[in-house]
């Protein structure tokens, strides 16, 4: 697996999983705060498209996960 699909992996499931904790009709709601980190979330995805800076990224480089696929 590559890092663009971690990436896309996690985000995604963090934003599902804060939505699930933070909209009041969810079976696992908690909080309505929980939607903050929904927006932070969103915001992050947005500033790394434009500056290519993604905390996950650099992590999963240092633990050495592949950028690509060459047999793709």
Known sequence: ???NRIVRIVAGFF???SLGLGVSGSPIF???NFLW???FVGAN???S??????PLVSILK???VKESCESC
């Open 1 to 3: 697996m590559t890092i």
């Open 15 to 17: 934003v599902l999983l």
């Open 30 to 32: 908690v909080n309505a």
């Open 37 to 39: 980190f929904t927006a």
């Open 45 to 47: 995805l947005f500033q």
């Open 49 to 54: 498209g434009f500056t290519n800076l993604c």
């Open 62 to 64: 240092k633990i050495g």
